[in-house]
């Protein structure tokens, strides 16, 4: 009898510790839930310099027949009429016109000329997307563009996505800070959409079941 009774102790003891560690072990596998508020995720640069493949429009007052549409080749270069090819990457759109004002009256070929340059669209500006989504690779950026709108552009997450942990690597001033996010915490309504700026590379990773 008493050799029954110790076994039975024995195999509940089994079983409580087994309960135990499983418990744990879905702890620490779920982890603490990440606040996005809290991760320090430096502020979004906007930037509107001219960059490669970059499509803008340029008006000189006066000469209708000239094109109006240009794109930046992928030394950062353009042609352009009357003063030919010059570097437009690195310039923002109003110093690119003021460039091309300058040769022109530097070249005595027109005397005092009123140039437009305007934006069509940034194709350097990228952001990328790896991991677990559906489309991974980079895609054109957009002034305002969100978290929840990278993933959607990328196809949405795989089955296997780790919603909850994501990482968002970004370029800053001193260098490159690489932060955790959740898209849970947003697509729950505990936090707003984080906006993303040029540059930005996110990794979703798999779940461990």
Known sequence: MREGLDRNF??????????????????????????????????????????????FRMQIVGEKD??????????????????????AAGLEAPELAQLVR???????ILKDPSVIVTIKEYRSKKITVLGQVQKPGSF??????????????SGGFTSIAKTDRLNLTRKTKTGSKTVV???DSITDGRSPDILLQAGDVLY?????F
């Open 10 to 55: 024995g195999v509940r003891v089994v079983a409580i510790r087994f309960v135990w560690l499983l418990l744990v072990g879905v702890f620490i596998g779920c982890g603490p839930r990440v606040d996005n508020s809290r991760v320090g995720l430096p502020l979004p640069i906007e930037s509107s310099t001219i960059g490669p493949d970059d499509v």
């Open 66 to 87: 000239l094109p109006e549409e240009y794109q930046v080749s992928s030394d950062g270069t353009v042609d352009l009429p009357y003063i030919h090819r010059i570097q």
């Open 102 to 108: 300058d040769k022109l009256v530097a070249d005595q």
């Open 140 to 153: 054109p950026f957009a002034s305002g563009m969100t978290l929840l709108q990278a993933v959607s552009v």
């Open 181 to 183: 996010l959740s898209v």
């Open 204 to 208: 979703v990773g798999e779940r461990v």
